[in-house]
C-alpha cells in the first residue's frame, strides 16, 4: 500500500506546510512528497492515492468559471 | 253523191271491225304498259318515301348523337375542370403545409444559432475574465497573501476532523 501523500504549493514556505499537514488530519505515519508549481498562483493541492484535494487559487478559479458558464447556461435556457 | 244503206253499213261494219281491231292490236298493249308503269312509279313512289322516312331517322339518331357527344363533351370538360380546381387546391395547401414547416424549421434553426452563439459570447467571455482574474492574481500574488489564504483555508478545521 502507497502511503505517500503528495503536497503541490506555488512557493516553498515550511509554516504553510506545518499548518496543511495539520489540516490534513489523516497523517500518521505516512510521508510527505513536497512538490513546487508556480502555476497554481497560491494555496495548495494534496493528492492522497486515486484523490486530489485541490485548495489552489488557480482550482478556485476554475470552479469559479464552471460554476458561471453554468449560471449563464441555465439562465440562457429560461429565456 | 247519195249514201246508200248498204254503204252506210259497210261502213258501219268497217268502223267496228277498226274499233275491235285497234283496240285488241294498239289499245291492250298499250293500257297494259300505261298500268304497268304507274305501278312501277308507285312502287318507285313508295320505296323512295321509304328512303326519306329512313334518312329523316338517320338524321336525328345523327342529331341525337351529336348532341348525346356535346353533352358527353361538356361533361368532360367539367369535369377535368372540377378536378384540375381540386387539384391546383391540393397543390396550393402542400405548398403553404411545405412554406410553413421550412419556415418553423428556418425559425427553429435561427433561435438554435442564436443560443449557440450567445453561449460561445458568454463562454469566451467567462473564460477571458478568469484568465485575466488568473493574471492579475499571479502578478499580485505575494507571499504573504498566500499564507493569509492557507490560513483561512485551514485555521477553522481538519480536512478528515
Redesign the interface.
Given at each position: 500500500m502507497d502511503k505517500k501523500l503528495t503536497l503541490i504549493l506555488?512557493?516553498y514556505?515550511e509554516?504553510?506546510i506545518e499548518?496543511?499537514k495539520?489540516?490534513?488530519?489523516?497523517a500518521a505515519g505516512r510521508s510527505w512528497q513536497i512538490e513546487i508549481d508556480p502555476s497554481i498562483?497560491?494555496?495548495?493541492i494534496?493528492i492522497d492515492k486515486d484523490m486530489m484535494?485541490d485548495?489552489s487559487?488557480?482550482g478556485q478559479?476554475?470552479q469559479?468559471?464552471r460554476a458561471?458558464?453554468q449560471e449563464?447556461?441555465v439562465a440562457?435556457a429560461k429565456q | 253523191m247519195p249514201i246508200s244503206w248498204q254503204s252506210f253499213v259497210i261502213h258501219l261494219i268497217n268502223i267496228v271491225v277498226l274499233f275491235v281491231f285497234l283496240r285488241g292490236i294498239i289499245y291492250k298493249p298499250v293500257s297494259d304498259f300505261m298500268h304497268r308503269r304507274r305501278e312501277h312509279f308507285a312502287a318507285e313512289m313508295q320505296d323512295l318515301q321509304k328512303q326519306q322516312e329512313l334518312l329523316a331517322q338517320r338524321e336525328q339518331l345523327a342529331e341525337k348523337t351529336i348532341d348525346d357527344a356535346r353533352k358527353q363533351a361538356l361533361q368532360i370538360l367539367e369535369d377535368a375542370e372540377k378536378a384540375a380546381q381540386q387539384r391546383a387546391e391540393l397543390i396550393i395547401k402542400e405548398a403553404e403545409q411545405k412554406a410553413n414547416m421550412l419556415l418553423a424549421e428556418a425559425r427553429a434553426a435561427i433561435a438554435a444559432e442564436r443560443?449557440r452563439a450567445?453561449?460561445a459570447m458568454?463562454?469566451e467571455a467567462?473564460?477571458l475574465a478568469?484568465e485575466f482574474?488568473?493574471r492579475i492574481?499571479?502578478e499580485e500574488?505575494t507571499?504573504a497573501?498566500?499564507?493569509e489564504?492557507?490560513?483561512r483555508?485551514?485555521e477553522r478545521?481538519?480536512?478528515?476532523?
Open positions: 506555488s512557493v514556505d509554516d504553510n499548518k496543511i495539520s489540516f490534513y488530519g489523516e498562483i497560491g494555496g495548495f494534496i484535494f485548495y487559487v488557480k478559479l476554475e469559479f468559471r458561471l458558464l449563464l447556461s440562457g | 443560443k450567445r453561449e458568454h463562454t467567462v473564460n478568469v482574474a488568473a492574481l499571479a500574488m507571499p497573501h498566500n499564507k489564504f492557507i490560513d483555508l485551514t478545521r481538519q480536512l478528515h476532523g
